[in-house]
């Protein structure tokens, strides 16, 4: 059974920087897409960036594009989302997924192609 462990969220100035870490379990990590998307209070689901199996192709929401970096370990199974130049508007739960898929070279961004998901952070920016 595959799990999802996530690690890195808490508070932060408005400017400053976290990262996050998604840890995978229960099935080799490089069969997956991995992907975050984030839950602000009173607001849908929304997709921040994914990364392809292989690592070559990432993609990001245009919200975070220059400020987000996503990036995978497949030696320590982990995937990772850099966060710089936080905003308070960034403040939301943020969730790792995973999606299994033959196609290595392509991430997804639609929440529904995912198969599994973490338990999600809590970031809070402050102003």
């Known amino acids: 059974q595959v799990q999802l462990v996530e690690s890195g969220g808490g508070l932060v100035q408005s400017g400053g920087s976290l990262r996050l870490s998604c840890a995978l379990s229960?099935?080799?990590?490089?069969?997956?897409?991995m992907g975050w998307f984030r839950q602000a209070q009173g607001k849908e689901r929304e997709f921040v960036a994914s990364?392809?199996?292989?690592?070559?192709?990432?993609d990001y929401s245009d919200f975070v594009t220059g400020r987000f970096t996503i990036s995978r370990d497949d030696a320590k199974i982990t995937a990772f989302l850099e966060m710089n130049s936080l905003k308070p508007e960034d403040t939301a739960v943020y969730y790792c997924?995973?999606?299994?898929?033959?196609?290595?070279?392509?991430?997804?961004?639609?929440?529904?192609?995912?198969?599994?998901w973490g338990q999600g952070l809590l970031v809070t920016v402050a102003s």
């Open positions: 229960g099935r080799t990590f490089s069969y997956f897409v």
């Open positions: 997924a995973a999606a299994a898929t033959p196609l290595t070279h392509i991430p997804y961004r639609e929440g529904s192609r995912y198969d599994h």
């Open positions: 990364i392809s199996r292989d690592g070559t192709t990432t």
